[in-house]
Structures are given as C-alpha cells and as structure tokens.
C-alpha cells in the first residue's frame, strides 16, 4: 500500500508553484530573498512533517519564522560581541596603557 497523503516536501512544492505569478512580479534581488524562503522552509521539512496538516502554508511559515528568529539571534550575539570590543578595547590590546 502506498501512502494516502502527499509529503510536506510535495506539499510545499505545490505552494510554491502557487505563488510563482507572485514571484515574477518581483524584482530579481526580491526573487532571491522570497527562493530564500522556500530554502528556508525545506531546511525544517522533517519537523513540519510530525505537524498535523489541516494547512500546509502553517508548517512553511513556522519553518521561515524559526529560521528567522535563529538568524536574529545569531545577528545579536554578533553585535554585543562588537558593542564588547568597541567598549572595552584593552581587552584586544593587554599591553596597551590606558591614561586617565
């Protein structure tokens, strides 16, 4: 017996084709960034496969809004260790004397 329901993976490639009317709209560095999306989603097709599928489109944006939030935090550790660096620069430089 074969299965009776389609795969998250099909399921998204079908969204994907509904939205390519959509995506041709859009200018070529938009185009980019809304592929990235889909990437994104497929990135988590193997979780979203464990999610009930009442709509599919829920599982793809859950999928693109973790990828997201990892991004972010990703992007804010970067900017505290900067923030760090630039506040405190003797600590990149331990033979530097600072005068007060």
Do not use: C
């Not at 939205?19 to 979203?48: I, V």
């Amino acid at each position: 017996m074969g299965r009776t329901e389609p795969t998250f993976r099909l399921l998204l490639e079908r969204v994907e084709a509904e939205w390519r009317d959509y995506r041709r709209s859009l200018t070529p560095a938009e185009q980019a960034a809304f592929d990235g999306l889909f990437q994104k989603a497929r990135a988590h097709a193997s979780a979203a496969t464990n999610q009930a599928r009442l709509d599919p489109f829920e599982a793809i944006l859950m999928s693109i809004l973790l990828e997201h939030e990892m991004e972010l935090r990703r992007l804010r550790q970067r900017v505290h260790a900067l923030h760090l660096a630039e506040h405190n620069p003797s600590a990149d430089k331990p033979n530097q004397v600072i005068s007060t």
